[in-house]
Each structure stands twice: as structure tokens, then as C-alpha cells.
């Protein structure tokens, strides 16, 4: 039940020594994800966590059979890390770094055309898939196994969504942040795309923000591709425009980007939109009745 990850994959973490990175990756490892050692240069051959770690992602992949990698390096160097991650054949890169600039991120979208990994973030806080394996920074005891797919810019908001639907006695499939910055690694319809595909989600939560054009390409995408039923909140009602909000990406450049517009935008295209932050778990139960899926 999940996409991206699952008990399967084989984890590696850059930065693995630093602090937060060995703090991440015991709880990834408490979690019962399989990480199987990590990456930090000039500290090849020794031991972490009773993990090996290696110089180079290169030789990480060769001894250990890695596919996917949590990046925790500092921003001036999480560039050239998510490249390497993707030279050395890591399918899923989770990049946590917060501040990478994004003329770092636009050289990372160059490299990666063409080439099979899925790069999540940066700001991003992960992905878990509830049971299976955690690589983020999300508090694993909040999800639960189960059938609802979820998709989020904001990391707090992931949570919220996901607090909600398991007091609801709802589970989550797999549960993704993409990043709040300008430039992702991937895309909210790339998301939905393979939530469509997976046997094992019922339902998709989208959680977008003010700023770019995203949810409304996610949205149009859904009407005419996805048969689940898709789930819609928008934050940033009450933003400023022309301020920057929190997020790097998040900042109204027309009127079309605010939250209103937005989620004007989706009701036409028939998602399932929550007004309300405490409305997405009530919001969803709705969807969940109107066709006919118990989850």
C-alpha cells in the first residue's frame, strides 16, 4: 500500500553523521524503514548507528544496494548532493534542506531530464508510508496504515490533514510533501499520477498554497485523468499580496494565484474543496460517502 516507498526500500542517508541526520535516521529505523547505511565524505569505512558509512553515494549504492536517499547536507552543497544521489542510480531522493537556492534547483531539474528518479523537495518534510518506511523529518506516530493517498506543499499542514483523518479512523497509503519552495523536484500531478495508479489508495489529499500555478495544472489534470476522488485545501486565505509567506514559494503574483482564486478554480473543476483547515477530514468523509468507499 504505498508509492515511492515502501518496506522494500533500501534507504540511504547524505549527511548521515551530522545531527540531524543521525537524529532522523534512528527514528527512520525505530519506524522499521530499511536503512542500510549512509554518506559522508571523508568518513568511508567507519560505522554509524551500527550502519556503514561510505564517501561517495556511488559506493553506498554498490555495497548496499540503495535506491532511496534522504539528503541532509547544508544548502550550499544539497545541488551537487541530489546530483550525485541521481548519477549513482537512487530512484527517490528526499531532499530535507531547507534554503537551497533556486538557481541550485533549476541546474537539478536540467540534470535529472531524462533520468529516472523521483526528487522530493527541498523544504520538503519527507515522505512515510505508515508502517513501511519514514525518510523526513514527520512525526511517524501520528500516521496509520490505510488507503487514503496524501500530497502536501506544507509539512504542518500534511500533519494536520493526517490527525484529522485518523481520528476519523482513516489511514494513509502513503503521505508526501513536495516542498514549498519555488522549484521542486516534482510536481503535485506527478504525485496524483502515481497515487491513480496504486491499487492500494482509495482517495487523495491535496494540500496546496498561494503562489504558482500548481494546484490549478494538478486540478485540471485530475478532471480529465483520475477516477478517485480528490481532496482540495488551499492555505494562505488571508495573505498579503506581494508578500512572501513563510515558504520560499509561497507569494501571490496575480490574482489568480491567491487561495481564493484557487479554490474557486478546483470547485469548477469538481475536486472536493475544503474551506477550512478543520474541514479536510469532514471534507474527505464526504467524498469517501458520495462514492461509495468505506477506506
Known amino acids: 500500500m504505498s508509492i515511492f516507498v515502501n518496506r522494500y526500500s533500501r534507504v540511504i542517508f547524505q549527511g548521515f553523521t551530522g545531527q540531524h541526520a543521525s537524529f532522523h535516521a534512528a527514528e527512520a529505523i525505530a519506524h522499521g524503514t530499511n536503512v542500510v547505511g549512509g554518506v559522508t565524505p571523508g568518513k568511508g569505512g567507519t560505522t554509524h548507528l551500527g550502519l ?31 546530483m550525485e544521489a541521481i548519477e549513482a542510480g537512487i530512484k527517490v531522493a528526499v531532499v530535507i534542506t531547507d534554503g537551497v537556492p533556486v538557481q541550485d534547483m533549476v541546474r537539478v531539474q536540467r540534470y535529472r531530464v531524462g533520468r529516472d528518479c523521483i526528487v522530493l523537495g527541498p523544504n520538503t518534510p519527507g515522505i512515510i508510508t505508515p508502517g513501511e518506511c519514514k525518510v523526513g523529518i514527520m512525526p511517524a506516530k501520528i500516521y496509520r496504515p490505510g488507503r487514503i493517498g496524501v500530497v502536501s506543499r506544507s509539512g504542518t499542514l500534511n500533519y494536520e490533514a493526517v490527525e484529522q483523518m485518523v481520528s476519523l479512523g482513516l489511514g494513509q497509503s502513503t503521505a508526501i510533501g513536495i516542498g514549498g519552495d519555488p522549484v521542486n523536484g516534482t510536481d503535485f500531478v506527478t504525485v496524483l499520477q502515481a497515487f491513480e495508479q496504486d491499487e492500494d489508495t482509495d482517495a487523495v489529499v491535496m494540500i496546496g498554497e498561494i503562489g504558482g500555478p500548481q494546484e490549478i495544472a494538478a486540478a485540471r489534470w485530475a478532471k480529465d485523468n483520475m477516477q478517485k476522488p480528490l481532496i482540495a485545501f488551499v492555505a494562505g486565505a488571508s495573505a498579503p499580496p506581494g508578500r512572501r509567506m513563510g515558504h520560499a514559494g509561497a507569494i501571490i503574483e496575480g490574482e489568480e494565484d491567491t487561495a481564493k482564486a484557487k479554490m474557486e478554480a478546483m470547485e469548477a473543476l469538481g475536486l472536493y474543496v475544503a474551506r477550512n483547515p478543520a474541514h479536510i477530514g469532514e471534507t474527505l468523509l464526504k467524498a469517501l460517502k458520495e462514492h461509495k468507499l468505506t477506506a
Open 52 to 82: 556503514p558509512v561510505f564517501d561517495t553515494v556511488a559506493e553506498a549504492v554498490r555495497e548496499t544496494g540503495a535506491n532511496v536517499s534522504g539528503i541532509f547536507v547544508p544548502p550550499a552543497f544539497a545541488a551537487d548532493a541530489v
